[in-house]
């Protein structure tokens, strides 16, 4: 089992910064697909950034990319989301994911399988 623990969300103005963090324990981390989702009220969830697991290569939806940042600390057995430039709509429920099934190609389509409790972030305009 692999246990994820988001934090660093919270409430910013609109233009502002957030970085969110998510700390894993349970396996050999560097063997991890890792990345983030969010879920806004009343939306289905969506696929924000993710990582592989020597912290290379990325992947992200197009509509963040330049904004959101993501980036891993194998030692430390933690992935970041570094968010600028934030918007309110980018208020959601961001969950932290990870999985050693699937390669980050397939990380956006495919479940991953294991799931962090999630952290608020709340943009204010």
């Known amino acids: 089992q692999v246990q994820l623990v988001e934090s660093g969300g919270g409430l910013v103005q609109a233009g502002g910064s957030l970085r969110l963090s998510c700390a894993a324990s349970?396996?050999?981390?560097?063997?991890?697909?890792m990345g983030w989702f969010r879920q806004a009220p009343g939306k289905e969830r969506e696929f924000v950034a993710a990582i592989e697991g020597r912290g290379v290569t990325t992947l992200y939806t197009g509509s963040m990319k330049g904004r959101f940042t993501i980036d891993r600390d194998n030692a430390k057995n933690t992935v970041y989301l570094q968010m600028n430039s934030l918007k309110p709509e980018d208020t959601a429920v961001y969950y932290c994911?990870?999985?050693?099934?699937?390669?980050?190609?397939?990380?956006?389509?495919?479940?991953?399988?294991?799931w962090g409790q999630g952290t608020q972030v709340t943009v204010s305009a």
């Open positions: 349970g396996r050999t981390f560097s063997s991890f697909v």
């Open positions: 994911a990870a999985t050693d099934t699937w390669t980050l190609a397939l990380f956006k389509s495919h479940e991953p399988n294991y």
